[in-house]
T-cell receptor
Framework: RKEVEQDPGPFNVPEGATVAFNCTYS??????FFWYRQDCRKEPKLLMS???SGNEDGRFTAQLNRASQYISLLIRDSKLSDSATYLC????????????FGDGTTLTVKP | DTEVTQTPKHLVMGMTNKKSLKCEQH?????MYWYKQKAKKPPELMFV???????INESVPSRFSPECPNSSLLNLHLHALQPEDSALYLC?????????????????FGAGSRLTVL
């Protein structure tokens, strides 16, 4: 079983749709959680950190459920510019400096 | 503009060549990383330097040799590579490593060096 598993996608949605991505992790010692966005042939960039209380940044909402070892990302009112690959990242403080990436979920928003 | 600068952006080398990839950051970050990324795959960790010391080597073949001359610089020396080593090589940095709060663990990536081995 992979340490971090994401919905494989791809997700193809119309503009204005709401889309949700899920991610599960296997190591209960995980301490830090993130969603990164990667555009084609570009580097990953931090979209948002994920906190236990859940957090929101504009149209984006991230949730963490430690009991179920599950992270989610909700995108409301999708824009064409949201088209990208979304990477779930989990970091274990028991292993200095190692962040584990999910395989990524590709989103295409169509007009 | 990215705050982690990588050079060169593109590199083509033969299997007998020796080349180096360079990475620089001036954010005062104390952890630096090399990742390898193949097409349609996530970044794969290669090495981690924490306070200029190598803390993680993910069983990377010796034809890849990392070097951290100081807290701002990270190099990856390449020698006798194979065609399957062709990939995007990403450098990243973070404020710290294990045991620190979430914000300190955020990775900032450079734009990458796209390597082709002939």
């Amino acid at each position: 079983r992979k340490e971090v598993e994401q919905d494989p996608g791809p997700f193809n949605v119309p503009e204005g749709a709401t889309v949700a991505f899920n991610c599960t992790y296997s190591n209960s010692a995980s301490q830090s959680f993130f969603w990164y966005r990667q555009d084609c042939r570009k580097e990953p960039k931090l979209l948002m950190s994920v906190y236990s209380s859940g957090n929101e940044d504009g149209r984006f909402t991230a949730q963490l459920n430690r009991a179920s070892q599950y992270i989610s990302l909700l995108i409301r009112d999708s824009k064409l510019s949201d088209s990208a690959t979304y990477l779930c990242v989990v970091r274990y403080n028991t292993n200095a400096g190692k962040s584990t990436f999910g395989d990524g979920t590709t989103l295409t928003v169509k007009p | 503009d990215t705050e982690v600068t990588q050079t060169p952006k593109h590199l083509v080398m033969g299997m007998t060549n020796k080349k180096s990839l360079k990475c620089e950051q001036h954010m005062g970050h104390r952890a630096m990383y090399w990742y390898k990324q193949k097409a349609k795959k996530p970044p794969e960790l290669m090495f981690v330097y924490s306070y200029e010391k190598l803390s993680i080597n993910e069983s990377v073949p010796s034809r890849f040799s990392p070097e951290c001359p100081n807290s701002s610089l990270l190099n990856l020396h390449l020698h006798a590579l194979q065609p399957e080593d062709s990939a995007l090589y990403l450098c990243a940095s973070s404020q710290g490593s294990a045991g620190m709060v979430s914000g300190a663990n955020v990775l900032t990536f450079g734009a990458g060096s796209r390597l082709t081995v002939l």
